[in-house]
């Protein structure tokens, strides 16, 4: 018989981790030299970007690392041991996630995996809701398609505004 388990949103578990591998491997980033050379192969594979749109100096991306803001980061590997993507939580509660096959199978994986070992910071009215949400790429129809398969729900749409960079008075 089949038992039910419902997440925090009344979700039901078995259906975000249905065909989930329960091996998959989440390795947190502890800044090794290996590390920063495969996050920095992994960045140079994306075909989406927000937050940048051109491949960083390896240097660049290095102290980046070393002082990245996160609230923790790690590299997905698959069951060969080869890394696929990576993830990492912001303070804000925006899961960030970048994988380069399966999307829908590495997405349930990660959201099962961050189900199991954290929970949202608490709301900030105006500052910080009290859930995890991500951010996607317009044009990432993949990642799309698999939050949807995972019955994420569709919150918001965002947009850079063409206003130019000038000093506060």
């Known amino acids: 018989m089949s038992q039910t388990m419902m997440n925090r949103r009344g979700v039901d578990r078995n259906v975000v981790m249905a065909g989930v591998d329960e091996f998959q491997h989440f390795e947190k980033i502890e800044k090794t030299p290996e590390q920063i050379q495969a996050l920095y192969d992994l960045l140079g594979q994306r075909k989406y970007g927000i937050s940048h749109r051109a491949l960083p100096s390896f240097a660049d991306h290095e102290a ?52 199991r070992t954290y929970s949202p910071l608490p709301a900030i009215p105006s500052v910080r809701a009290g859930f995890f949400f991500m951010n996607i790429a317009p044009g990432n129809k993949d990642m799309q398609a698999a939050l949807l398969a995972a019955n994420a729900r569709h919150i918001q749409s965002s947009y850079e505004l063409p206003i130019s960079k000038n000093e506060q008075s």
């Open 64 to 115: 980046f690392v070393r002082n990245h803001p996160y609230r923790c980061w790690y590299l997905i590997k698959s069951s060969s041991g080869r890394y696929v993507g990576s993830f990492y939580l912001m303070n804000d509660n925006c899961v960030g996630l970048s994988v380069f096959e399966d999307a829908d199978y590495y997405l349930r994986a990660t959201l099962a995996y961050i189900e």
